[in-house]
T-cell receptor, first 112, second 115 residues
Framework: DGGITQSPKYLFRKEGQNVTLSCEQN?????MYWYRQDPGQGLRLIYY???????QKGDIAEGYSVSREKKESFPLTVTSAQKNPTAFYLC???????????FGDGTRLSIL | DQQVKQNSPSLSVQEGRISILNCDYT??????FLWYKKYPAEGPTFLISISSIKDKNEDGRFTVFLNKSAKHLSLHIVPSQPGDSAVYFC??????????????FGKGTKLSVKP
């Protein structure tokens, strides 16, 4: 089945540690996105990539980094510089034209 | 400043009745609007969309209405079912030459449908 796979579903980070969240899609979509959701909040855009080897900062990129070496993969690293990383992280992708974004099932990141 | 606003954090409706979820936006350049449904610990799933050239789009029990002059859209669910209980997000975007721009999301409305 085609879709977006995020892993792990739950992740714990120690103080001062970097962690990487995985996002893989087999939909042959060009554009991929990372969002953060906090309780009672909408989805806020962290980073996005319209094409391989290119990515752009979203509204809340500080403390995060990404790479887009392959079309299928868009990993997100939460660095130690992100002081409030506890949140639900969602990855999405979209094909060409006027289409809705498809989302993965998310990764919940917590601090130990 | 929020460009997409869902002013009702929650809504409770009786099963079988109509649910109306509202969304307001400030950027008159937005030309594509979507509704997503989200269950806890899952990613949002796409429900229905509408282009700014239309004022209504219907898909089964779900209808989205767009009032461009008021910068307002609404999602109607008729009849409401307990399985519709979820958080509903409104989103808007700009189209650039046929390619969809980034989505701007509202904060969501939690719908509870009581049996």
């Amino acid at each position: 089945d085609g879709g977006i796979t995020q892993s792990p579903k739950y992740l714990f980070r120690k103080e001062g540690q970097n962690v990487t969240l995985s996002c893989e899609q087999n939909l042959n979509h060009d554009a991929m996105y990372w969002y953060r959701q906090d309780p009672g909040q909408g989805l806020r855009l962290i980073y996005y990539s319209q094409i391989v080897n290119d990515f752009q900062k979203g509204d809340i990129a500080e403390g995060y980094s990404v790479s887009r070496e392959k079309k299928e993969s868009f990993p997100l690293t939460v660095t130690s510089a992100q002081k409030n990383p506890t949140a639900f992280y969602l990855c999405a992708s979209i094909g060409r034209g006027n289409q809705p974004q498809h989302f993965g099932d998310g990764t919940r990141l917590s601090i130990l | 400043d929020q460009q997409v606003k869902q002013n009702s954090p929650s809504l409770s409706v009786q099963e079988g009745r109509i649910s109306i979820l509202n969304c307001d936006y400030t950027n008159s350049m937005f030309d594509y609007f979507l509704w997503y449904k989200k269950y806890p610990a899952e990613g949002p799933t796409f429900l229905i969309s509408i282009s700014s050239i239309k004022d209504k789009n219907e898909d089964g029990r779900f209808t989205v209405f767009l009032n461009k002059s008021a910068k307002h859209l609404s999602l109607h669910i008729v009849p409401s079912q307990p399985g519709d209980s979820a958080v509903y997000f409104c989103a808007a975007s700009l189209n650039y030459g046929g390619s969809q721009g980034n989505l701007i999301f509202g904060k969501g409305t939690k719908l509870s449908v009581k049996p």
